[in-house]
């Protein structure tokens, strides 16, 4: 049974930082890359930041540039989402995803709230 788990969301002051992480089970999470995407009241979906399998490689958006870091521990199953200098902007749910190499297998954690307040 696939699970990917997020939890370390919570409400921040902003300027405040918060650490996201996302435990996974029930794949090879060693051999997926890993995506945290964010979705705010309203809006789309978008994706937040990457990394890939051996964690070698990551991309960010413009917006989270600077002030987020994605990482893993493929010993622990874990990826982490580090997000400091917090904007109410940034106030969104957070999801953890995994995407195979050949992206035929994609999946979704539960979210995790974050507010970022003013």
């Known amino acids: 049974q696939v699970q990917l788990v997020e939890s370390g969301g919570g409400l921040v002051q902003a300027g405040g930082s918060l650490r996201l992480s996302c435990a996974a089970s029930?794949?090879?999470?060693?051999?997926?890359?890993m995506r945290w995407y964010r979705q705010a009241p309203g809006k789309e979906r978008e994706l937040v930041a990457s990394?890939?399998?051996?964690?070698?490689?990551?991309n960010y958006a413009d917006s989270v540039t600077g002030r987020f870091t994605i990482s893993r521990n493929n010993a622990k199953n874990t990826v982490y989402l580090q997000m400091n200098s917090l904007k109410p902007e940034d106030t969104a749910v957070y999801y953890c995803?995994?995407?195979?190499?050949?992206?035929?297998?994609?999946?979704w954690g539960q979210g995790t709230q974050v507010t970022v307040s003013s």
């Open positions: 990394i890939n399998s051996a964690g070698g490689s990551t």
């Open positions: 995803n995994a995407l195979s190499y050949y992206r035929q297998y994609n999946y």
């Open positions: 029930g794949f090879t999470f060693g051999s997926y890359a």
